[in-house]
């Protein structure tokens, strides 16, 4: 059975930084595109950065020069670095593999951005 399991989350004050990870079992990791979506109470679930295998990376415009994600294949995991947070980046994020018609999703990680 896939798995896709994310840490990192947590709470933080407006400005500061978190690095979500999520690490990816039962899959052939390098040949998946990779992301990360997030999901605010009351708000349609929006992807928020991906990366393909070949490392093409692409950003929803509301996060661009503030959040990277970067892949390990080795590791088998991907990793969210969010910086310059703001409370409106507070939801639950979530890891997402796709291949085809392949999709796996992780159970998602709490994000709250408070002062």
């Known amino acids: 059975q896939v798995q896709l399991v994310e840490s990192g989350g947590g709470l933080v004050q407006p400005g500061g930084s978190l690095r979500p990870s999520c690490v990816a079992s039962r899959i052939i990791f390098r040949l998946y595109g990779m992301g990360w979506y997030r999901q605010a109470p009351g708000k349609q679930r929006e992807l928020v950065a991906g990366i393909t295998a070949g490392g093409s990376t692409n950003y929803v415009d509301s996060v661009k020069d503030r959040f990277t994600i970067s892949r390990d294949n080795a590791k088998n995991m991907v990793n969210l670095q969010m910086n310059s947070l703001k409370p409106e980046d507070t939801a639950v994020y979530y890891c997402?593999?796709?291949?085809?018609?392949?999709?796996?999703w992780g159970v998602g990680t709490q994000v709250t951005v408070s002062s």
């Open positions: 997402n593999a796709w291949l085809g018609k392949s999709d796996y």
